[in-house]
C-alpha cells in the first residue's frame, strides 16, 4: 500500500514516515528501506531465516556502497559486537533492518531525533536481541542530496548526544575523560598525548574481548 504524507519542513529524520508505515503495516515483521536503495534478491529469505534460527529481534546485513562511492561496508554480526559498535556509529545501517513487527511496534522512531536509527538501537539493544548478517542485503546508494549528507550536522549533534547518554548506561563506573577517549576515537579526532593514546587504546583492547 502506498501512503503519501505532506511534506513536513521541519522534519529533520525518517522517523515520522517509518512510524506512519508501523501503524498501518499488518504482517508479523517490518522490513525497513530507503527509496534510494536496492535490496538484494535474497534479502528478505537471508534475514528472515537468521532471525528466525538464533532467535533474533532485529537483524541488518552487510552493505555494499554504489554511486559516487564504492566498497561494502562492513557490521559485526553478535549481539555483543553489536552493542559495543554503537559507541562508534550505528550497529546496523537503518534501511538493511528485518525486525518482528511487536517489537518495533513498542518501540517506534523518536521523531524528536535527527539521527533517528541511532537513538532506536541505543535504546533498544538492552531490551531486544541483535544480529547481522554476513551476506551482503542491501545496495545502498551514495549521492550529494542523501538525507545523512543533506542533514550531517544535525546527524552529528545527535549522535553525540545519544551517545553520551549510552555511554554512561553502559559504563556508569566511567569517567568523563573515558568518554572523551571514546568519542574522539569515534570521530577520528586527535588525542592529547601518548598518555591519553594508550588510555584509549585500553578502551579499545576492553571492547575487543567478545567471544
Not at 68 to 92: K, M, Q, T
Not at 126 to 134: D, S, T
Not at 157 to 171: E, G, I, K, M, V
Amino acid at each position: 500500500r502506498l501512503l503519501a504524507l505532506p511534506r513536513d519542513p521541519a522534519t529533520e529524520s525518517g522517523a515520522r514516515a517509518s512510524n506512519a508505515a508501523l501503524d498501518i503495516a499488518a504482517g508479523g515483521f517490518i522490513a525497513r528501506m530507503d527509496a534510494d536503495d536496492i535490496a538484494s534478491p535474497q534479502r528478505l529469505a537471508i534475514q528472515l531465516q537468521a532471525l528466525t534460527e538464533a532467535g533474533l529481534d532485529v537483524v541488518g546485513g552487510q552493505v555494499e556502497m554504489f554511486g559516487e562511492r564504492g566498497g561494502v561496508r562492513w557490521y559485526p554480526e553478535s549481539h555483543d559486537a553489536i552493542a559495543n559498535e554503537l559507541l562508534f556509529r550505528s550497529g546496523l545501517t537503518n534501511p538493511s533492518m528485518l525486525a518482528r513487527a511487536d517489537v518495533l511496534r513498542r518501540a517506534r522512531f523518536s521523531e524528536a531525533e535527527a539521527y533517528e536509527e541511532y537513538e532506536l538501537q541505543t535504546r533498544l539493544i538492552g531490551q531486544a536481541r541483535f544480529g547481522n548478517c554476513a551476506e551482503v542485503v542491501l545496495r545502498q546508494r551514495v549521492h550529494p542530496r542523501q538525507t545523512t549528507r543533506v542533514l550531517d550536522r544535525e546527524k552529528r549533534a545527535s549522535r553525540q548526544r545519544l551517545l553520551f547518554s549510552y555511554f554512561f548506561r553502559r559504563f556508569p563506573e566511567a569517567s568523563l575523560a573515558d568518554f572523551r577517549r571514546v568519542f574522539a576515537l569515534g570521530v577520528e579526532a586527535p588525542l592529547a598525548d601518548a598518555v591519553e593514546l594508550a588510555r584509549a587504546g585500553d578502551w579499545l583492547a576492553r571492547l575487543s574481548r567478545l567471544p
